[in-house]
């Protein structure tokens, strides 16, 4: 591969890698799987640059790699809601592990519990990661109009959830 | 209120992330698995390098020259036995050497340069002087002396020679071509005279018969 094309990756990499842990996490509720499928989206990226796949949009392309993880994932496991595995003694965020972590982590996750499925990504993606709605509808493999839409509604759900909690 | 607490919630949203030392494993297990020569490096990599190691040294050498310096101007006035005399033999008496080094270097420069140009004055003052009809006569001598001979004296009389010819026969030849203008418009003038001729006779006689008529007319009336 041209050493042009390995710097530009890296770079796509270094800049990408957190966002996209943080779309994977916000899903999974689980860190360390997070970190792998996050690790995997950019390895198969990598080999379908390496395979002279088309690639439009790589940003775009890295995240749909990683929505398909996610998807993935939780067709294999059977899904399990945040009150679940903490019950079963699961922390999502181990603060022991990572210092810099605040310790509402936990509520924040919970709230986005709140929504469907489908609406927490659309939150992730437009107001975390400032995705325009075109590249959300490219990973998420919808059309614009029903994405603009999606993410009205979810954003009007979740300024709702957030005005009956009192813990932001 | 809503607006405010949802951009709070995005913020915090936003603030999840992973540790540099995360990040620094993931990189170079991904680095490792795809054969991709490290080619650049991550910002959050290079801020820990040597940058901050340069400013950790830089500030700890401030902090020490701010924490010594009251320390060796009270050791300056300490004897031996005091708690502060080995701080004014291990600290004072180096940096004292190495001023009086500099001072020292700076002394004997400007000793040299004094001594230097009381000898160029002790030169000037020792000069006998030359009078002024004197001076005139050996400059232009050395000016000859200093022009360049390029030629013989009979290749210059040759030369002149030839120059003299060739502005003559330019002279000449200008003297030519003037007498041959001049006598084109000469000829020209005479040529134009010529045909005026027979129109002015036939005019002065006419003018001569009315003269003579008025002049008859006159006698008769007398």
Same mark, same amino acid.
């Given at each position: 591969m041209n050493a042009k094309i390995q710097k530009k990756f890296i770079e796509l990499y270094d800049s990408h890698f957190t966002p996209v842990f943080r779309f994977c996490y916000f899903r999974t509720k689980d860190r360390e799987l997070s970190k792998d499928l996050t690790q995997q989206a950019f390895l198969k990226t990598w080999v379908s640059l390496q395979n002279n796949q088309d690639i439009e949009n790589i940003r775009a392309f890295v995240y749909r790699v990683a929505h398909n993880l996610v998807i993935d994932w939780y067709k294999k496991k059977k899904e399990a809601s945040l009150e679940i595995l903490t019950d079963a003694?699961? /922390?999502?965020? /181990?603060e022991s592990q990572h210092p810099e972590s605040d310790a509402s982590y936990g509520e924040l996750i919970k709230i986005l519990d709140e929504l469907p499925k489908k609406e927490r990504s659309l939150i992730v993606l437009r107001h975390v990661d400032k995705m325009k709605p075109r590249e959300i509808a490219e990973v998420l493999g919808r059309d614009v109009n029903s994405v603009t839409v999606a993410i009205h509604r979810a954003t009007k759900k979740l300024k709702e959830i957030l005005k009956r909690k009192n813990t932001i | 209120m809503t607006i405010f607490k949802f951009k709070k919630y995005i913020d915090k949203l936003s603030s999840v992330s992973l540790s540099k030392d995360e990040k620094m494993v993931l990189r170079a297990e991904f680095l490792n698995k795809t054969g991709i020569q490290d080619v650049g490096s991550a910002g959050w990599l290079t801020q820990s390098s040597g940058f901050r190691y340069a400013r950790i040294v830089a500030y700890s050498f401030l902090m020490f020259m701010i924490g010594i310096t009251p320390f060796a101007f009270a050791a300056e006035g300490s004897n031996p036995g005091d708690i502060l005399y080995p701080l004014k033999v291990a600290v004072n008496a180096p940096v004292k050497k190495a001023l009086a080094r500099i001072i020292d270097i700076d002394e004997e420069k400007n000793k040299y340069e004094h001594k230097n140009d009381l000898n160029k004055k002790e030169d000037e003052s020792s000069k006998i002087p030359v009078p002024a009809s004197m001076q005139k006569i050996t400059k232009t001598r050395t000016h000859k002396n200093t022009e360049p001979l390029a030629q013989t004296p009979e290749k210059i009389i040759d030369d002149i020679d030839s120059t003299l010819s060739d502005t003559q026969d330019k002279k000449e030849g200008i003297e030519r071509t003037i007498d041959s203008r001049l006598q084109k418009t000469n000829d020209t003038l005479i040529a134009d005279t010529d045909e005026q001729t027979p129109a002015s006779k036939e005019t002065e006689k006419k003018v001569e018969s009315t003269m003579d008529k008025v002049i008859k007319n006159i006698d008769l009336s007398l």
């Open positions: 003694g699961f /922390d999502p965020i /181990d | -």
